[in-house]
């Protein structure tokens, strides 16, 4: 499969370093996850990823072009973060029209792709909505079809999830499945949740406790592996946290 | 069919300006007309200046010195915003003018326009430029500086323009503290400028409230008085709440 998007040596230090030294790639077509313990720098790794952040050392290269934080590039990077960050006086179809503005499309283009991303996402009928009156989980859907909208080179989703009830949770892990499967998007997904990444992603990335670096990098291709999977990963992610909290203590 | 106006009647609000009004003719009768004119003279005296006309006169005046001055405040103050939006030099210079502009008093401004202006229509509406404008460009900096950054960030990411940035995000954001420093700004420069009236011009509610008094005529002064507070009210009721209600539409 064609190699996507490299990770190649990429660190950040606030001060002190977060991220030591982290290097992947991803193929085209992929769900890749990046899972670890709270506060090992995922989001700002994806951060780094999206250009949104400049990197301390490495590289990140998307489609064998450099992203470089501030420096405009060709590619099309849709992000999904952790708040919806919806323009709340535009309606959900206005939302998702003002970031094709950049792309100059034909109007006649431009609308046909909102309707049809707001379509793929579940949202016909609510176009017309302003934000604050549909519901977490819609607003969660109307982000993800702004991102894909642009008809992004690769989707990076910071803990899209994460303020939703459980219940929404797991209808969102589905939805998330099936448009990933309809658009065969490249996806870069970071979630604290163990169960979430192996229900949702194809290639898992454990980070290690701060600074981080790759603790294991795991394909999660056959279904009957996943209840192993979870809990080898459960004890992997318990010995980073108490790795971590070890240290810290040993600081004090 | 009783009409909507008397569903919002406050009563108990009602039984306080009952009772006020019962004081006020009691106090009035105690001390005579001159310091304090009955209620029903003064209602007599609204009726008489509604009738001939004169109410429009001194309303329009003070109303037109208003909206130049008001009006020449509020583009300088979006004028001040944009900079500081722009730059944050600029931000730091608009916030230092503005502090000084509102620990400054009104009777400063007074007393110096009629100075450079001599008695002229001039004095008052310098006036109200003056005092109104640190309280707009206020308002209108502090929306600047509450534009969410992880909107502006969600903007970039989308490789929005700055002039896509600025409508789409800066203007529906700065739009709220705009109307609330207007509606404020507003009430002051109606406030001020009746001051600022009282000198060299001969028409305005200011002027003709300083003359009644002077020709010993109480009751015109409270009529005067009440005229200011409808306007103001009105205003409120039919510019600015309907303003501030349209933009929060989507909330």
Redesign the interface.
């Known amino acids: 499969m064609a190699v996507k998007l490299v990770v190649d040596g990429v660190g950040k230090d606030f001060l002190i370093p977060v991220i030591d030294h982290v290097s992947f790639t991803v193929d085209a077509g992929d769900f890749f996850c990046l899972l670890g313990p709270n506060g090992c720098g995922k989001t700002t790794l994806l951060r780094i990823i999206g250009g949104i952040e400049p990197a301390t050392r490495g590289r990140v290269t998307l489609d064998g072009e450099a992203i470089v934080a501030h420096q405009p590039h060709e590619r099309k990077v849709g992000v999904v973060f952790q708040e919806d960050r919806l323009l709340p006086w535009k309606t959900i179809r206005d939302n998702v029209a003002l970031v094709l503005r950049p792309l100059r499309l034909a109007p006649g283009e431009r609308t046909a792709r909102v309707a049809r991303y707001l379509d793929l996402v579940g949202l016909r009928g609510f176009e017309d909505y302003y934000p604050a009156r549909v519901s977490g989980g819609m607003r969660q859907r109307a982000v993800i079809a702004r991102a894909l909208a642009i008809e992004p080179d690769v989707l990076l989703m910071d803990e899209p999830f994460g303020a939703l009830d459980a219940q929404n949770r797991r209808i969102m892990q589905r939805e998330i499945r099936r448009i990933w499967r309809e658009t065969g998007r490249t996806i870069v997904f970071v979630t604290h949740s163990i169960e979430e990444s192996v229900e949702v992603g194809t290639t898992l990335v454990m980070l290690s406790a701060r600074p981080s670096r790759i603790r294991a990098l795991i394909r999660n291709d056959d279904p009957g592996q996943r209840v192993k999977l979870v809990d080898d990963l459960d004890t992997m992610i318990m010995e980073e946290v108490e790795r971590q909290q070890g240290a810290s203590d040993g600081r004090t | 069919m009783t009409p909507r106006w008397v569903d919002r009647l406050h009563l108990p609000t009602l039984a306080v300006v009952i009772a006020l009004l019962g004081v006020w003719a009691l106090v009035s009768a105690k001390y005579g007309a001159y310091v304090l004119p009955s209620p029903a003279l003064v209602a007599r005296g609204l009726v008489d200046v509604v009738v001939t006309g004169e109410v429009w006169k001194h309303t329009g005046a003070s109303l037109a010195r208003i909206l130049v001055g008001f009006g020449g405040a509020v583009v300088v103050a979006l004028l001040l915003a944009l900079a500081a939006f722009v730059s944050r030099t600029a931000r730091g210079v608009v916030h230092d003018v503005v502090a000084v502009l509102n620990a400054t008093s009104v009777f400063v401004w007074i007393v110096v326009s009629i100075i450079w202006f001599g008695l002229s229509n001039w004095a008052p509406i310098f006036t109200t430029f003056m005092i109104t404008l640190p309280v707009v460009a206020s308002n209108l900096v502090e929306g600047v500086e509450s534009v969410d950054r992880?909107?502006l960030?969600?903007g970039?990411?989308?490789?929005?323009?700055g002039r896509?940035k600025f409508t789409?995000?800066v203007v529906?954001?700065t739009l709220p503290y705009l109307i609330a420093g207007m509606k404020v700004g507003f009430g002051l420069a109606l406030k001020v400028s009746v001051v600022a009236e009282i000198f060299g011009v001969t028409t305005g509610i200011g002027y003709i409230m300083n003359y009644s008094r002077e020709i010993l005529a109480t009751q015109m002064v409270f009529v005067w008085a009440l005229v200011m507070i409808l306007v103001m009210m009105a205003t409120d009721r039919i510019v600015f709440d309907p303003l501030s209600r349209r933009m929060s539409?989507?909330?």
Not at chain 2, 156 to 161: I, K, N
């Open positions: 992880r909107l960030e969600m970039d990411v989308y490789r929005l323009g896509a789409a995000i529906p954001s539409a989507w909330r």
